[in-house]
């Protein structure tokens, strides 16, 4: 069974662009969850969709925004690009929105640079 | 709100020593509980994970006990190796499915 894929593995963009990542959850799941995992340790999370819906956001400026596609697979667009952006975007899905252990499975991440 | 706490990091270790990594939670509902791994240049891995009280999750040797009582999930293994090297991160599903919260990752160093 395919784990959790996204593209691109790195992406490089000037201050002031738009960067879309991609997402494809494994199959059968409906819930996607992005990450903003900067330079260190923590994870900050973004934004979590489940068939098709926006279900939740985190302390996110309006310029980070999403998608989530009839076939479960996400897009994350970051509007007008800073420095402060670079970092690993990470991509999670699960099976379960609500009840059971609902585990997440990521995906290896897009390396953002912003320069 | 819902939140995770794990003991501050780095942790430095020589191979084959006991390790343990604190992880607290407060949580409404009943919560489940996880442990994630990160290796150096990769996405996190589901290393373990806990439904209900009294669970023990295990796997490649690592064991954590879901500890209502004190709120607790430490992490534990008898003999860590080299490539156990990694971040740490704990991790709770709480307000009925809702909500997923990290901790703020504990690194790893095992020195052989």
């Known amino acids: 069974e395919a784990g959790v894929t996204q593209s691109p593995t790195h992406l490089i963009k000037t201050r002031g662009q738009q960067a879309t990542l991609r997402c494809s959850p494994i199959s059968g799941h409906t819930s996607v969850y992005w990450y903003q995992q900067a330079l260190g340790l923590g994870l900050q999370f973004l934004l979590w969709y489940d068939e098709g819906e926006e279900r939740n956001r985190g302390n996110f400026p309006p310029r980070f925004s999403g998608r989530q596609f009839p076939n479960y697979s996400s897009e994350l667009n970051v509007n007008a690009l800073e420095l402060e952006d670079s970092a690993l975007y990470l991509c999670?899905?699960?099976?379960?929105?609500?009840?059971?252990?609902?585990?997440?499975?990521f995906g290896p991440g897009t390396r953002l640079t912003v320069t | 709100g819902d939140s995770v706490t794990q003991m501050e990091g780095p942790v430095t270790l020589s191979e084959e020593a006991f390790l343990t990594i604190n992880c607290t939670y407060t949580a409404t509902g009943y919560p489940s509980l996880f442990w994630y791994v990160q290796y150096p240049g990769e996405g996190l891995q589901l290393l373990l994970k806990?439904?209900?009280?009294?669970d023990k999750g295990s796997n490649k040797g690592f064991e954590a006990t879901y500890r209502k009582e004190t709120t607790s999930f430490h992490l534990e293994k008898g003999s860590v190796q080299v490539s156990d090297s990694a971040v740490y991160f704990c991790a709770l599903l709480g307000g009925y499915g809702q909500n997923f919260v990290f901790g703020p990752g504990t690194r790893l160093s095992v020195l052989p």
């Open positions: 806990a439904t209900k009280a009294d």
């Open positions: 999670a899905s699960s099976l379960v929105a609500s009840g059971g252990a609902g585990e997440q499975y």
